[in-house]
């Protein structure tokens, strides 16, 4: 069997699997999205922080999945840049959510969803994406998001809108002025990034019913907005992958109970799915 190496980049990080000889070793750089990193950035990400790890291991066959490949311009732009570090290597180059679609799905029809720091969805009908809801980025959609969620926490702080002791808790964790998120959200780069950091003060309070609200209603946008557009919604299994999907799994559980739909798989990442695809 050739030696493969398949990636599953989102915008905050890249999951890197290398498949040589039976074994399988695992290696994560920083995310590799042509949207916010440009070719000579991920030039930089591969041989510092991917190629040391491969051990001089030649490798044959590349599959990478990664968010915005869609766009050609995108494409190219990531194209060229692994040309350019893994030269008279096979590449073959598809979007994140092909990639979720075949992890979850394998060759099986089904809706597969992405909630990670971006969102995505599309019924699969065991070869390709067939329809798929428009994704509209960071700022004007990906409902369900890391990104969106941490919107809601810091609207709910800087609003005044948490309770006395969600703001004692919001600010011992994270020590922060109103000044300087809006610099990081408007003038930094990466501010989706910055948005989903602040997911984790969803996960870390669980209970509390601001908390809990916070969570089923940017979830059930992303129902809402997205799931209800497609009719097969109501004939096939809903999969999910990503640390948001996999970390409020009880909701995603409560949500398609409540409107009786089929939940599928959820995983928290892609990589074991799409190994299993490429090994047959």
Known sequence: MAV????????TKCEW????????????????????????????????????ELKNVEVEELYFYGTGLTNPANEKVVRLALKQVFSGVEIMLEDDLLGAAR????REKGIACILGTGANSCYYNGKKIVKNSPGLGYILGDEGSGSY??????????????DEDLMYRFNKQFDVTKDEIL????????????LASYAFFLAENRGHYMIENIIEDGL????????????????????????????FKDVLQELCHTYELELGTIMQSPMDGLIEYHKE
């Open 4 to 11: 493969q190496l398949i990636a599953d980049s989102g915008s």
């Open 17 to 52: 699997c290398l498949l040589s000889n039976g074994k399988k070793k695992i290696i994560n750089t920083q995310g590799i999205s042509p949207y916010f990193v440009k070719r000579e950035d991920i030039v930089a990400i591969l041989e510092n922080e991917l190629i040391p």
């Open 103 to 106: 992890a979850l799905c394998g």
């Open 149 to 162: 969620l941490g919107k809601k926490v810091i609207q709910y702080y800087l609003y005044n809108t948490f």
């Open 183 to 194: 610099n990081s959200v408007y003038k930094k780069p990466l501010a989706n990034r910055y």
């Open 220 to 247: 059930n946008d992303f129902f809402f907005n997205h799931l209800y557009k497609y009719e097969e919604t109501w004939k096939m299994p809903i999969n999910f992958t990503g640390s948001i999907a996999f970390g």
